[in-house]
């Protein structure tokens, strides 16, 4: 079982200070949705809205088609799985898992064999009777996945869940919970400011800044066609160009900066204002200019960083471009101090708006 | 101690440990071994002292045997020497007041430690402690004169509607006493549980409300159980300041509610029996340990979360 969420034009103050505004976003049932942005973004509040824990002072929130209005956490078909994870330290890992049940009256015998079941659903066989204390970070994470299946919930709420564990972990986890959310078929909303995991992780991300929703989008969409400079920065890195839109068609413009003329797709910019933004690794690196969009530069600093090489390169007017080339043994590595051109294609640059921000 | 020195120098070292060696030693260790003595010497005439009279025995502690009264409980009807039910009296009484105790404190230190707002807390913590300001004497009477018959509970209780006639509150048994005693040492039970559940993780409550439990339940096994020690200690405290306080009985008391302290107090002062009265002492100081070792045994709480 699992349930769609409809958020419904939802806001929410705190006091003067609006930490969500007019919030629209339909989830599917069984999806897998990540909210994505910096800390203070108001992605947490939106989860605790749904969750139950904050009522939001406009809108709508439904789930499974039904308004949460007025309803406590513990009446919602939702389970959330907190930044610290909140294990219950003094119970052992069994009765943690099976504290939902308990509180539905279940009795022992059926608890203890439901919460075996989940542990091993979890890969956790074993560590029923252990403490809390004694399991590693992985395992309590994997103990707090249980805990919340337990009550099958038509939806999954984590938050941020993964940023006190160690790389290695951090990237075996995600794969783990991806696994887990496609084996049970549940709702997961995921909360993170991490744009690695929202992109590897979703079905579909929502990036949010300033407590607006900027794009919903799949995650090559976010990538790709970021809607403004916000998205556009925030997930991956840019080369960003100041200057001004002139003779715009068909979908493309040409950008007048101090670097010289560029070509590159015109996004949503009303007038002339907005930037261009061009990710390193759509950049190259030749010795001679070629016929459109090329930057003559003098290479400043080469880092080999494994599978790519990244090139910090300055301009005639000072500033400093990022390039990054695939280390796949076609592109050659730049001499420090060089004078080279840096170019990119116009198909994958795009001239983009700031942030959807109140006015 | 090498920290000590590095710090203050060897003089004021030296200074501050003999001070609290004298301390220890001269005002704890000393007086009490003397009463210790003294209680298993009989009471005799000065002369007699060192006398062919004067030697060990447990006579002074076997006195709280003697002089038989007819009480009832249940109904029934029973002999009990006088002391020995003075002193069980005592142990029921400070039982209630500490139970009583934990009933105000723990609503009171869970909204102070999770729901109300932390601007606010200051002056909670202010209002809460602006009563010690006030002399324990003071503060007594002035549950005496709230209680008196003719005082303002009874005023108000009869301008409300709630009685019809006015209670003689402070001569109606321990009721008083009891009273006074939570009044006094209703605190000693809020900080530790306050301290206790300010350390519980909010989110653990939040996940059990959101794993489904009623509010009730969230109590149960969720802040009581991370609360124990605090809840123990607590309970430790005001039992024990109970049953060894002189004063609020012997204010708030009536004709019918001796207080073990209060017979310690007659014998030491009326009777100028020293060796009976240590060895009261000494008895009720046992006791109530041995009470309370066994209730936190009970209750499976260990000295070392108390001493938290």
Not at chain 1, 328 to 351: Q, Y
Request: net charge neutral; hydrophobic share 50%.
């Amino acid at each position: 079982m699992s349930a769609g969420i409809d958020l419904e034009n939802v806001c929410c103050d705190f006091g003067t200070f609006r930490a969500v505004d007019n919030a629209n976003v339909s989830i599917k049932p069984g999806e897998f949705f990540s909210f994505l942005g910096p800390s203070g973004c108001g992605k947490t509040t939106i989860l605790r809205m749904v969750s139950g824990f904050i009522e939001p002072t406009q809108g709508t929130i439904r789930i499974g088609g039904n308004d949460m209005k007025g309803q406590r956490p513990n009446q919602r078909p939702t389970a959330l799985i907190f930044q610290n994870l909140a294990l219950f330290a003094l119970m052992p890992i069994w009765e943690n898992i099976s504290f939902g049940l308990e509180v539905r009256g279940v009795d022992k015998a059926t608890r203890r064999r439901k919460a075996e079941e989940l542990l091993k659903l979890v890969d956790l066989p074993g560590a029923a009777d252990k403490m809390v204390s004694q399991l590693s970070g992985g395992q309590k994470q994997r103990v707090a996945i249980a805990r919340a299946l337990a009550v099958e919930p038509q939806v999954m709420l984590l938050d941020e869940p993964l940023s006190a564990l160690d790389l290695k972990l951090r990237q075996h986890m995600r794969a783990e919970l991806r696994a887990i959310q496609k084996r049970t078929g549940v709702t997961f909303i995921y909360i993170t400011h991490d744009q690695g995991e929202a992109l590897a992780m979703s079905d579909r991300v929502g990036v949010m800044s300033q407590g607006r929703i900027q794009q919903i989008a799949d995650p090559r969409e976010i990538y790709n066609n970021p809607v403004n400079g916000f998205v556009a920065s925030f997930v991956g890195e840019n080369n960003i160009f100041t200057g001004e839109v002139q003779q715009a068609a068909s979908g493309m413009a040409s950008f007048a900066t101090p670097h010289g003329q560029f070509r590159a797709r015109l996004g949503e910019v009303t007038g002339k204002a907005g930037k261009l933004y061009v990710r390193p690794e759509h950049t190259l690196l030749s010795a001679t200019a070629g016929a459109e969009n090329a930057i003559p530069v003098t290479v400043g600093d080469v880092s080999f960083e494994g599978n790519f090489i990244t090139v910090h390169a300055t301009s005639d007017s000072g500033a400093t471009l990022t390039s990054e080339l695939r280390n796949d043994g076609s592109a050659t590595v730049p001499a420090l101090g060089a004078k080279m051109f840096m170019s990119f294609d116009a198909a994958r640059a795009a001239i983009l708006p700031d942030a959807n921000v109140r006015g | 101690m090498q920290e000590l020195l590095r710090r203050y120098g060897s003089g004021l070292t030296l200074i501050m440990c003999l001070l609290v060696a004298f301390w220890l030693l001269m005002l704890v260790i000393v007086p009490n071994i003397t009463l210790f003595e003294q209680s298993f010497r009989p009471y005799l005439p000065v002369s007699e002292i060192g006398g062919p009279r004067d030697v060990y025995s447990a006579n002074n502690y076997l006195k709280v045997f003697e002089g038989q009264v007819t009480s009832s409980l249940f109904g029934i009807e029973f002999e009990i020497p006088v002391r020995v039910r003075t002193f069980l009296l005592t142990i029921w009484y400070s039982m209630v007041v500490a139970v009583l105790c934990l009933m105000l404190a723990y609503p009171l230190a869970y909204y102070m430690a999770k729901i109300v707002n932390p601007k606010s807390l200051p002056t909670l913590i202010l209002l809460l402690f602006i009563p010690l300001w006030v002399s324990e004497v003071l503060r007594a009477f002035a549950w005496w004169i709230i209680l008196a018959f003719k005082g303002p509970l009874n005023a108000l209780l009869l301008a409300v509607g709630l009685i019809e006639d006015p209670i003689r509150w402070t001569n109606m048994g321990f009721t008083g006493v009891v009273i006074g005693l939570i009044y006094t040492y209703v605190l000693f039970m809020l900080f530790p549980i306050y301290n206790a559940i300010q350390s519980l993780d909010t989110n653990q409550i939040e996940a059990a409300e959101d794993l489904g439990a009623p509010w009730w339940k969230i109590h149960w096994r969720i802040v009581i159980p991370h609360a124990k020690p605090g809840i123990a200690s607590g309970c430790v405290m005001v039992f024990m300041l109970s049953a060894g306080s002189l004063l609020v009985p012997s204010i708030l008391g009536s004709t019918t509610s001796q207080w073990f302290t209060q017979t310690i107090n007659e014998t030491f002062n009326d009777a100028l029996d020293w060796n009976t009265a240590s060895a009261y002492a000494f008895l009720l100081l046992i006791l109530c340990t041995l009470f309370v070792s066994v209730a936190m045994w009970l209750f499976r709480v260990k000295l070392s979360d108390i001493a938290k």
